[in-house]
T-cell receptor
Framework: AQKITQTQPGMFVQEKEAVTLDCTYD???????LFWYKQPSSGEMIFLIY??????QNATEGRYSLNFQKARKSANLVISASQLGDSAMYFC????????????FGSGTRLSIRP | DTGVSQNPRHKITKRGQNVTFRCDPI?????LYWYRQTLGQGPEFLTY????????KSRLLSDRFSAERPKGSFSTLEIQRTEQGDSAMYLC?????????????FGPGTRLLVL
């Protein structure tokens, strides 16, 4: 069965420091995509970054980068130079291309940035 | 604003009442998804449409739930005879199926409280 595991329920980080949010996934399908979403207290899920299973390079989007280690089935999100506005819930998610287009989400990590 | 919109943003109802939520996707997107998110969890897939066709429904979608997308644009999600267990955030997402890098963009959600 497909599964996303986020083992850090909550994290505190000092402003301007880098932070790594952990994500491991489980699937036997060779073709899949991995996503990270941010959910502030307002509730909206904001797309951050995408990594395809066949992508050769790790994805980067501004201050966000995805540390993709396929053999370990991990897709950690790295946020550089954290800002107060980064405080939110962060969800790792996966979509399989062989079946329906639904996204499977992890349970999330609540990130709090200290000034 | 060209993002996904949802109405209402909040709904309080009494047990046994019917409720209907609306989702307006990004205009050129041909796929539309509904998810449910309970407190402290990641979103769970309910159903999705490609244009007008409802292509998949989760086991979570009981007989009391029905979703429509009559003209392939906006969608409605109706819950009949609401129960307290239906209290959750209902999220809508849309995407454009053009490649394997299909990304779902979410609306702000409708928060339902059943008393």
């Amino acid at each position: 069965a497909q599964k996303i595991t986020q083992t850090q329920p909550g994290m505190f980080v000092q402003e301007k420091e880098a932070v790594t949010l952990d994500c491991t996934y489980d699937t036997s399908d060779p073709s899949y995509g991995l996503f990270w979403y941010k959910q502030p207290s307002s509730g909206e899920m904001i797309f951050l970054i995408y990594q395809g299973s066949y992508d050769q390079q790790n994805a980067t989007e501004g201050r966000y980068s995805l540390n993709f280690q396929k053999a370990r089935k991990s897709a950690n999100l790295v946020i550089s130079a954290s800002q107060l506005g980064d405080s939110a819930m962060y969800f790792c998610a996966m979509r399989l291309y062989s079946s329906a287009s639904k996204i499977i989400f992890g349970s999330g990590t609540r990130l709090s940035i200290r000034p | 604003d060209t993002g996904v919109s949802q109405n209402p943003r909040h709904k309080i109802t009494k047990r046994g009442q019917n409720v209907t939520f609306r989702c307006d996707p990004i205009s050129e997107h041909n796929r539309l998804y509904w998810y449910r998110q309970t407190l402290g969890q990641g979103p769970e897939f309910l159903t999705y449409f490609q244009n007008e066709a409802q292509l998949e429904k989760s086991r979570l979608l009981s007989d009391r739930f029905s979703a429509e997308r009559p003209k392939g644009s906006f969608s409605t999600l109706e819950i009949q005879r609401t129960e307290q267990g239906d209290s959750a955030m209902y999220l809508c997402a849309s995407s454009l199926l053009t490649s394997s890098r299909e990304t779902q963009y979410f609306g702000p959600g409708t928060r339902l409280l059943v008393l």
